[in-house]
């Protein structure tokens, strides 16, 4: 059984960082693009950013760049996303997610696996 745990999420101040982590077990997804989504209360789940499966192809969404940073570690079977200038409109329950395929992408219909959750607050 395939499972995808986040962990780092928490509460920061406006300004703060988080380095948030998804890590799988089960199965191996160091030949999967792997992305992580967000959702804020009332609102549409919304992509953040995405990494390909040899991390050397990786985008985000324009409200996070150059604030937030995606990477890999396949020996580790986790994915990491650096969250840095923390804002408000931040705050939301962050998902990590396994694509089918190698090629990073920001459709929610590509991302096969997902997993619960960690949320994030980030106070003003």
């Known amino acids: 059984q395939v499972h995808i745990i986040e962990s780092g999420g928490g509460l920061v101040q406006a300004g703060g960082s988080l380095r948030l982590s998804c890590t799988a077990s089960?199965?191996?997804?160091?030949?999967?693009?792997m992305g992580w989504f967000r959702q804020a209360p009332g609102k549409e789940r919304e992509f953040v950013a995405a990494?390909?499966?040899?991390?050397?192809?990786?985008y985000g969404a324009d409200s996070v760049k150059g604030r937030f940073t995606i990477s890999r570690d396949n020996a580790k079977n986790t994915v990491y996303l650096q969250m840095n200038s923390l804002k408000p409109e931040d705050t939301a329950v962050y998902y990590c997610?396994?694509?089918?395929?190698?090629?990073?992408?920001?459709?929610?219909?590509?991302?096969?696996?997902w997993g619960q959750g960690t949320q994030v607050t980030v106070s003003s």
């Open positions: 089960g199965r191996t997804f160091s030949r999967n693009a």
């Open positions: 990494i390909s499966w040899t991390g050397a192809n990786t």
């Open positions: 997610a396994a694509a089918r395929t190698v090629v990073p992408s920001s459709r929610r219909s590509e991302y096969d696996y």
